[in-house]
């Protein structure tokens, strides 16, 4: 569908990291301190809900915090649908999502890293975690919570990938959010075992056919290219142009794509009230206990350069996709601390649009000439 937000005043989504994720007993108690007040947090749901977000998410280990049932009631009594993301873990029980389902709650989200105990609780270091992932998703349906799941992409298990549309298929999951890694700067490990553009191709590829049957959308977290790449799929669908193909993508959309770079219409705020674009973009708009949110998100220098596609530079402010795309701000920023840089882990050569064009138009005139 076309899109009709006004996103220098609204944005589509606002995550709220309810809780610090916290390593040890020293970092506990600092978060503990640093952590917003029950009365700021209802303050900040109030300045959520003036930006009327039709995504609101409460992140982090929110069953944890004191008090998160009255949060989601209150962000529903707000006109919110507020959304979580939770971790497997004990405080995850069946009554707890029957309480989070008559507190409010409009979706819940898991993470599921692998189709097996073996794969899943290696990638995410818990012992078991599968095993209540897969508790707190049957316990998702059974309380007829709308059920999202996030798999964050890795050397290990992107081979994976149908093996874990497999096992969502048994449930009844209406998102599939795929997240690509975006490697820490420094992190010359995870520079090294993050896809190689060509990898983010076949990955892509992979994930286009899943889509074509699966009876859940599928979305990208971190992969803005994967637009480009369905458009480019849908227009040899259809045989027709990549104009064509846009076009009707601002149409008609596409199940789980948003039209748009997510970066230009999202806010990240932490659990001590840092506002950033996105939790992979380290770089704070401001703080809510110093400014309201509104003002932040309408008129901070941050905020205000993310939705100007014209300050991309490189490959990135040359394409022809960059108002769909205009690839990862995040990881552009890790690699060379410019957020406006070209997103390097993108095989697409700007004018390949019009190349492709000009090709379809000479498959067209040796038909003719053929006949």
Same mark, same amino acid.
């Given at each position: ?6 996103? %220098? ?46 995504i ?12 998160? /049932?009255?949060?989601?009631?209150? $962000? ?49 270091? +818990? ?10 998703m ?14 964050v ?5 992107? %081979? ?7 096992v969502?298929?048994? /449930?009844?999951?209406? +998102? ?19 896809p ?17 049957? $699966? ?8 992969a803005?290219h ?6 480019q799929?849908?227009?040899?669908a ?7 193909? $846009? ?26 009230g840092?506002?950033?674009?996105? %939790? ?7 703080n809510?206990?110093?400014?309201k ?16 596609? @014209? ?42 649009? @019009? ?17």
């Amino acid at each position: 569908m076309k899109n009709t937000f006004d996103l %220098n005043q609204q944005p589509l989504v606002v995550v709220w990291e309810t809780t610090h994720p916290s390593t040890s007993d020293s970092a506990e108690g600092h978060a503990l301190s640093s952590q917003l007040t029950d009365p700021e947090a209802e303050e900040l749901i109030r300045e959520v809900a003036e930006l009327r977000p039709p995504i609101f998410v409460l992140a982090g280990d929110s069953l944890k915090r004191p008090g998160i /049932f009255s949060f989601v009631r209150y $962000a529903a009594s707000c006109g919110l649908h507020p959304n979580m993301l939770l971790t497997a873990d004990a405080e995850l029980t069946r009554k707890s999502m029957a309480e989070l389902k008559t507190s409010g709650l409009s979706r819940i989200g898991f993470t599921l890293d692998g189709p097996t105990a073996e794969l899943h609780d290696q990638l995410s270091c +818990v012992a078991g975690s599968f095993d209540c992932t897969l508790h707190g998703m049957l316990w998702a349906n059974n309380s007829n919570l709308p059920l999202q799941v996030q798999t964050v992409v890795t050397r290990e298990n992107w %081979n994976e990938l149908e093996a874990i549309a497999a096992v969502l298929k048994k /449930f009844q999951v209406i +998102v599939w959010s795929v997240s690509f890694p975006v490697p820490v700067p420094g992190d010359q490990q995870a520079a090294e075992d993050a896809p190689t553009p060509r990898e983010f191709e076949e990955i892509f590829a992979r994930l286009y056919a899943i889509a074509q049957d $699966a009876p859940f959308k599928i979305k990208t977290v971190e992969a803005q290219h994967y637009r480009r790449f369905v458009l480019q799929e849908k227009a040899k669908a259809r045989a027709v142009s990549i104009e064509d193909a $846009a076009n009707a993508f601002q149409d008609e959309g596409i199940p789980g794509v948003m039209p748009i770079n997510e970066t230009r219409g999202s806010v990240f705020i932490t659990c001590s009230g840092e506002v950033f674009a996105s %939790n992979c973009l380290p770089v704070s708009a401001g703080n809510i206990r110093n400014q309201k949110l509104t003002e932040i998100y309408r008129n901070s220098t941050l905020f205000q350069s993310l939705r100007d596609t @014209s300050l991309l530079t490189g490959k990135c402010g040359r394409c022809e996709f960059k108002e769909v795309c205009g690839g990862s701000r995040a990881r552009s920023w890790a690699a060379a601390g410019d957020m406006f840089g070209e997103d390097a882990c993108c095989v697409y050569l700007p004018g390949s649009k @019009s190349q492709t064009k000009a090709k379809h138009a000479d498959d067209e005139q040796q038909k003719k000439v053929s006949a």
